[in-house]
């Protein structure tokens, strides 16, 4: 079953009208059961800013929430979803995972397979059958962000870029239910993850394919047409995150000088979420890893955070507001270990927008 609270309830606009069936405007900050999935065998969930969505054991997929922008995948113009319906576009899939962006989503099947929803600008969702065209936010700004300096209090001056090019593309074209990606047939996909309006796929081959938009130079790859294309990695890429606007992947390194996994990181880097210096819109390695193997790693809107295979957590990026959990609000340049979890053994450790949970083994 499942269990919603806070952030990750769907808010409605109405104050006396239920969330899933049973939420109540004072009841938001408390988990309450999610209503509509009794009789789902729920064996994993996920959620984006507007919406939430739940797997069957059967590969069945279920989402809730509102987006205008087709991200619930219900079919043309259905941008509301109070109570959890399934995905019939999916109906005949096993999905074992779904990742949302800004807009988009993105659904890997057990057998390999990827579909895709949402916008279709700048080929985010690969092409499933529609012409693709540059997104209007890389075209307007016509810069790379990374190109671009801001003081360290004009935080909110890239975003504010970025709001207003999504502003330029509410008419872009929507596919409002998944689609098979066309040019990923034959081709066995691994791992998906999508950023604010980028995504990751890791294919089985271990190739790292990144489509989009590059704004921030998230894609982490020379060559910028459209689709997925392969991103510009030297290693061998085992596991793939994002955040806002930057990419991360944990990577076999086999080297003169480097042995064993390491973290590779590219994109946004305005509050040092990549954890290192040198270029970035290319995927580089973060040192520092010297006797630690990174298991995990994850990003949020301009912070990171890594799980090594000792149990500890490292953190690095934008410290605002306490989200690194280091005691300040000062940033981290490179990955720093959150020492006050050192008597115990952390399992799992995410990074939401501005915020990370953090899972142990007591």
């Known amino acids: 079953m499942i269990y919603l609270c806070s952030s990750h309830l769907y808010h409605s606009r109405e104050p006396n009208k239920t969330i899933g069936g049973i939420f109540k405007r004072d009841s938001w900050n408390a988990p309450k059961r999610v209503e509509g999935l009794d009789h789902v065998n729920v064996c994993a969930a996920f ?5 939430s969505a739940a797997i069957g054991s059967d590969g069945s997929v279920w989402v809730w929430g509102k987006s205008k922008r087709g991200q619930l995948g219900l079919g043309k ?27 988009h989503g993105l659904a890997l099947t057990e057998d390999g397979k990827l ?4 916008y279709l600008a700048d080929g985010r969702i690969g092409n499933v059958g529609e012409a693709l065209e540059a997104s209007l936010l890389d075209s307007s700004a016509n810069i790379s962000i990374n190109d671009k300096q801001f003081s360290g209090s004009e935080l909110d001056v890239a975003e504010k870029m970025v709001l207003e090019g999504m502003e330029k593309e509410k008419d872009m074209p929507i596919s409002w239910e998944p689609r098979l990606v066309e040019e990923l047939q034959g081709v066995e996909v691994k791992d998906i993850v999508c950023g604010l309006d980028h995504s990751l796929v890791l294919c089985r081959n271990g190739t790292l394919l990144s489509s989009g938009s590059n704004v921030y130079g998230q894609l982490g790859r020379a060559k910028l047409d ?30 003169s000088d480097v042995e064993g996994m390491s973290i590779f990181s590219w994109g946004w880097n305005q509050c040092s979420q990549l954890g290192r210096e040198g270029q970035e819109n290319l995927p580089l390695m973060i040192e520092g890893w010297e006797g630690e193997a990174p298991i995990s790693v994850s990003g949020g809107r301009v912070h990171s955070t890594a799980v090594t295979s000792n149990g500890e957590v490292w953190v690095w990026g934008c410290g605002k507001n306490g989200r690194l959990g280091l005691g300040s609000s000062n940033d981290e340049a490179e990955p720093t270990l959150l020492d006050c979890l050192e ?19 007591e």
């Not at 959620?47 to 919406?51: D, L, Q, T, W």
């Not at 008597?343 to 083994?361: P, R």
């Open 47 to 51: 959620a984006s800013g507007v919406i």
């Open 115 to 118: 579909f895709g929803w949402g």
């Open 226 to 255: 459209l689709g997925f294309l392969p991103v510009d990695l030297t290693a061998h890429p085992v596991s793939i995150a994002s955040g806002l606007g930057h990419s991360l992947a944990i990577c076999e390194v086999l080297s």
């Open 343 to 361: 008597d115990f053994k952390v399992v799992q450790a995410v990074s939401g927008f501005d915020h990370n949970l953090i899972l142990v083994d």
């Open 77 to 103: 113009g259905i941008i509301e979803a109070i109570t959890p319906r399934r995905v019939e576009a999916l109906a005949r899939e096993k999905i074992v995972k779904v990742s949302f962006g800004w807009g």
